[in-house]
């Protein structure tokens, strides 16, 4: 579950991470009372779960009251990224800027560790510098009976050229961003930029924050600031179904049992040159109904041309998965090619049903990998010639 700057922002303040004064508005009016009641100059950012709002005119600097609901007005309602804008968040103009740092905790999934990055190419898209210049991110790992400390911060301020003075102020913001990340059951904290002011203090300017879906039950807290109008309403769905589901920009979707299974039928999508549609994972135990869901989910998207269901059996039965899917034909009409892999419990009960219906089935993943992506140039090649 991804928070909003403001949300992520005020969790950061509750560890001792300075931040600048702000409220957030939901109407113009609001905005320039804000305004006022912080000296005047703001700025105002509009509060979507995407990145890019700069470029699209979602963040404006107001040097008065009235420019402030002016800029509200303009960009409430506005669409970023196919998200509306329902609120701003108004903040104080911060001091001048001498400098713009990036600061981050997240996991390395290849360590099984928390790690800390930090970069002195603040402000910028952090994968395009790892891209372009990947010397200017620097790294530490956090053991979690430990904590961080102050040899790791001192590592990384040095690497950033940070000066001396602001070593301690930087090692209190660190071990406040790793605190806040613990304590929260977060999968990534980031800070972006972290300024350095013209009289030389250290304030987090914006805030980004992911929660692991799976720690909700025991964050009642956090489960609250859960913004269901930013989600897309094919992921709302899915979750109320118990379905996890992303959608992603490519050409066939994808239904798979488990993360990791999931993961790896995208990779061999791509090896034989097609791009998933989506992640989707249904899940162990998964009920025909719920397979029926998700297969509505992936014919949702006019991008599909071929989809890929890849089960092995264990929990998940493959007669109970062949139901939903002949559930689902039943309630959809699509021309959209279908592949299905079933191995495990009960895959050949699956696989007698699915032949009755006449479906594409492959013995193996690359099997069925090759299959959905020539579908997918067979049907492209069809559309086109129609």
Not at 78 to 94: E, R
Not at 159 to 171: A, I, K, Q
Request: glycine share 10%.
């Amino acid at each position: 579950m991804n928070l909003h700057e403001y949300q992520a922002k005020r969790l950061f303040a509750e560890h001792g991470i300075p931040i600048p004064p702000g409220e957030v508005a939901s109407t113009p009016e609001e905005a320039r009372q804000i305004a006022r009641d912080m000296g005047g100059r703001a700025v105002v950012k509009a509060q979507v779960l995407t990145g890019g709002r700069g470029k699209a005119g979602g963040v404006k600097v107001a040097q008065t009251p009235e420019e402030a609901e002016t800029y509200a007005k303009a960009i409430l309602g506005m669409q970023i990224k196919g998200l509306t804008v329902n609120k701003v968040l108004v903040d104080a103009l911060a001091p001048g800027i001498r400098q713009e740092l990036y600061l981050a905790v997240l996991i390395d999934r290849g360590k099984r560790l928390p790690m800390v990055m930090a970069s002195a190419a603040g402000g910028m898209d952090i994968e395009e510098v790892a891209d372009k210049t990947p010397e200017k991110i620097h790294t530490v790992h956090i053991d979690p009976t430990l904590g961080v400390r102050s040899y790791q911060t001192i590592y990384l301020a040095k690497s950033m050229g940070l000066p001396r003075e602001l070593w301690n102020d930087f090692h209190e913001i660190v071990a406040g961003l790793y605190a806040c990340f613990k304590s929260n059951d977060a999968s990534l904290t980031e800070i972006n930029p972290l300024i350095i002011t013209v009289d030389d203090h250290l304030m987090a300017l914006d805030g980004k924050m992911s929660i692991d879906d799976n720690a909700l039950s025991r964050r009642p807290r956090l489960a609250e600031m859960r913004d269901f109008d930013e989600e897309p309403e094919a992921e709302a769905e899915a979750r109320e179904a118990g379905i996890t589901f992303i959608q992603l920009d490519g050409n066939i979707g994808c239904m798979v049992n488990g993360a990791g299974l999931a993961m790896a039928t995208m990779d061999i999508i791509k090896l034989y040159g097609g791009e998933p549609a989506n992640f989707l994972d249904i899940g162990g135990g998964a009920r025909a109904d719920q397979v029926a869901t998700a297969l509505r989910l992936i014919l949702s998207d006019p991008k599909v041309e071929a989809v890929l269901f890849n089960i092995f059996g264990g929990i998940t039965r493959g007669d109970e998965v062949a139901r939903g899917i002949l559930s689902a034909l039943e309630q959809i009409d699509t021309s959209v090619p279908m592949v299905v892999r079933l191995a495990g419990t009960n895959a050949q009960e699956g696989l007698a049903l699915l032949a009755e219906a006449d479906m594409m089935t492959a013995a193996t993943l690359s099997e069925a990998a090759q299959k959905a992506v020539a579908a997918a140039e067979a049907s492209r090649g069809v559309e086109t010639a129609s």
